[in-house]
């Protein structure tokens, strides 16, 4: 079996098993109110007192695994995870995206399975469009 199929089949498997865990709620309650991350710019006021404004840190192309199909699919991935998981499957959903995206950076990095990888996120693309349609997102 080559290292395309053995990552397509990785990656549908961490996905499945993340959704399947975030749809059994995650296997733990909470009775905390969680407030998401306050992701404004901030303002500060340097000792001039001009006004100046502090973005968010862009860590997108930190994050980038450097293929085209493989990059839109988490983009869309998390777009979907930010806005509409429940929280209750949000960490989950969360850890096995960050588990795929460290595979396909480390394929993305080997010549011999850099060339297959396009395929397989177009592959993990059309599984995530049907699966995630149970939180609402649109593919």
Same mark, same amino acid.
């Given at each position: ?9 990785? *990656? ?19 009775? %905390? ?8 710019? @901030? %303002?500060?006021?340097? !000792?001039?007192?001009?006004?100046? %404004?502090?973005? +968010? !840190? ?5 994050? *980038? ?7 839109? #699919?988490?983009?869309? #991935? %998390?777009?979907?995870?930010? *806005?509409?998981? +429940?929280?209750? $499957?949000? $960490? $989950?959903?969360?850890? !096995? ?6 595979? =396909?950076?480390?394929? $993305? ?5 850099? *060339? ?6 177009? @592959?993990? @693309? ?12 649109? =593919?």
């Amino acid at each position: 079996m080559n290292s395309i199929v053995k990552l397509m089949i990785v *990656s549908v498997f961490v996905i499945g098993l993340a959704l399947g865990f975030s749809a059994c709620g995650g296997g733990t309650t909470t009775t %905390e109110n969680k407030k998401p991350a306050d992701n404004k710019a @901030t %303002e500060t006021k340097p !000792a001039d007192n001009k006004t100046t %404004e502090t973005k +968010p !840190a862009d860590t997108s192309s930190a994050d *980038s695994v450097g293929v085209p199909e493989c990059d839109e #699919y988490i983009k869309k #991935y %998390e777009m979907c995870l930010n *806005s509409k998981v +429940p929280e209750a $499957a949000k $960490a $989950a959903t969360k850890d !096995a995206l960050d588990k795929t995206r460290k595979s =396909w950076k480390d394929m $993305a990095a080997n010549p011999q399975t850099k *060339s297959g990888l396009a395929t397989a996120c177009k @592959t993990a @693309t059309d599984a995530a469009k049907s699966s995630m349609t149970a939180y609402g997102c649109e =593919w």
